[in-house]
């Protein structure tokens, strides 16, 4: 499945960010991203690599309970 | 795709090839994606399912946001008016060419040691990330019947042809139309050899790294099928069976831009050469470029002002929605019953190109790893799985001992 999981911004160093989901911390480019990101932000990640999107928090916690509910996952998740 | 990124709470794939001597001799890929995802639209309205399916499968999200709503539509008996359906075919067109550009300018020229296209890649999302708002002013456009239409016809055409600009510069730099060398293979093989753009230096390096032929194999490409045998295998008691490892009638097939354009006189020709290695498979993609660049054409001829919310008439209750996305062949199937989705299953591209049985193994195995001297035979594997565009990371292992 394209499935997208919204990362968490942990970090910001210029062009690239450190993010987290479901506990996993990944460093990502924002090169291709066209929104300003500050620690605190969700965002869509492409091939685990690039934030592809900046979402609204209510969003990414819509998703993160769909995929707790498919999973049964309740924690260690950004949000 | 990134080498070595499987797993993560997508799940990923995991590709394991042995080598002894000069041969690849085995290879083994397994998926650990949640093809199950889809079932928690199951007990919701149907109104809210299409709500929440973009925000599950962000990837190629408008492919499958189409595909989801054709299933609705199809089954509670809803015909979309020609427009509506111009306009989501626009909007697919538009997301298979950024991804395309993805491909093209940026994972491929990294593949080979190549300079990246990034600037342009970034101006193309950008103009390529307005056009939903210049058709839909609502934004929310996955409504089931459509949504408020109101084409901004002068600023798409515009777009459009800011979109051929960067595409042309891209692939030919400053050379004119007539040098385009997507048509013939005498104009192809002159820009293989002179061209400076990025795309003609990326095809250059992989030729010269002796990978033309690289993963060239026996998988055929998905034929026209037949449309409710497939639904009815995808509804079955092992329907997610299914869709994790797809067939038709026992033979396992690849889809995608290759697939579509098996029969194109360069591609046609280029296999006749090279067969369905990487050089056939990376020119399909850019050859396909041009093609998304005309369906953009061909949908905004048909575009037009409409006020959305077409009525439902007697459906039969279950549905089948098929998208040809970026990666390909991009199935839906649902059920609904009382106004509730009652089942659902997606059948995504990756899950035929990146079968157990499929194009990704066949090419690979019996490849002679020698000729490909240059690049390490890791290299070699990543290329081809990168061009096989898998929607989620891959990690490789590659047992030479």
């Known amino acids: 499945m ?5 990362a968490q911004v942990v970090e910001v160093h210029g062009t690239s960010a450190v993010v987290e989901r479901y506990g996993e911390r990944l460093e990502v480019s924002l090169l291709l991203l066209q929104d300003e990101v ?9 091939a685990r690599a690039f934030a ?5 928090p209510e969003e990414a916690t819509e998703i993160y309970r769909l995929f707790d509910e498919f999973v049964g996952a309740t924690s260690d998740k950004a949000a | 795709m990134t080498d070595g990124a499987a797993g993560g709470v997508e799940g990923g794939l995991n590709i394991r090839v042995v080598v002894r001597g000069d041969v690849i001799t085995a290879v083994d890929v397994r998926s650990s994606r949640p093809v199950k995802l889809c079932a928690v ?13 973009p925000r599950l499968f962000g990837v190629c999200r408008i492919a499958q946001t189409v595909a989801g709503l054709a299933a ?12 509506q359906l111009a306009a989501r075919r626009f909007l697919v067109a538009a997301e298979s060419l950024e991804q395309t550009a993805w491909r093209l ?3 491929w020229p990294c593949c080979v040691g190549a300079s990246p296209a990034l600037d342009t890649l970034k101006r193309l999302r950008q103009l390529l990330s307005i056009l939903p708002r210049k058709l839909f002013p609502d934004l929310a456009w996955n409504h089931i019947g459509g949504a408020r239409l109101a084409p901004a016809r002068a600023d798409l055409a515009a777009m459009l042809d800011q979109l051929q600009h960067e595409i042309h510069q891209v692939v030919c730099g400053d050379a004119t139309r007539s040098d385009w060398p997507l048509t013939d293979r005498r104009s192809f093989e002159r820009w293989l050899r002179h061209g400076s753009t990025s795309a003609a230096l990326t095809l250059r390096c992989l030729c010269e790294q002796g990978l033309a032929d690289f993963g060239r194999g026996t998988v055929e490409p998905l034929p026209a099928f037949d449309l409710a045998a497939l639904e009815r295998r995808m509804a079955a008691a092992d329907g997610y069976a299914f869709c994790a490892r797809p067939d038709l009638d026992g033979a396992v097939h690849e889809t995608g831009a290759l697939a579509r354009l098996w029969r194109h006189p360069l591609i046609a020709d280029l296999r006749a050469d090279h067969g369905n290695g990487l050089l056939a498979r990376w020119m399909a993609r850019w050859v396909e470029m041009d093609g998304l660049l005309a369906e953009l054409h061909a949908q905004f001829a048909l575009l037009e002002a409409h006020p959305g919310a ?3 008439q007697n459906g039969t209750g279950t549905g089948f929605g098929l998208v040809e996305s970026a990666r390909g062949c991009l199935c839906h199937r649902v059920a609904v019953a009382a106004g509730w989705v009652s089942d659902y299953k997606i059948l995504a591209p990756t899950e035929w190109n990146f079968h157990p049985e499929g194009p990704l193994t066949r090419g690979l195995l019996g490849a002679r790893v020698a000729e490909a001297a240059a690049p390490p035979v890791r290299r070699a594997v990543a290329l081809l799985a990168t061009a096989l565009d898998p929607c ?7 047992d030479e001992s």
Do not use: H, N, T
């Open chain 2, 72 to 83: 609705v539509e199809a089954a509670l008996g809803v015909v979309l008016p020609p427009p």
């Open chain 2, 392 to 398: 989620v990371g891959f990690e490789l292992v590659v």
């Open chain 2, 105 to 107: 300018l940026l994972d």
């Open chain 2, 41 to 53: 639209l199951v007990g919701r309205d149907v109104d809210a399912a299409m709500v929440l399916l």
């Open chain 1, 52 to 56: 592809v999107e900046k979402i609204a």
């Open chain 2, 310 to 312: 077409s009525m439902a």
């Open chain 1, 2 to 6: 394209c499935i997208a999981i919204p």
């Open chain 1, 38 to 46: 500050a620690v605190g932000d969700f965002l869509i990640l492409q």
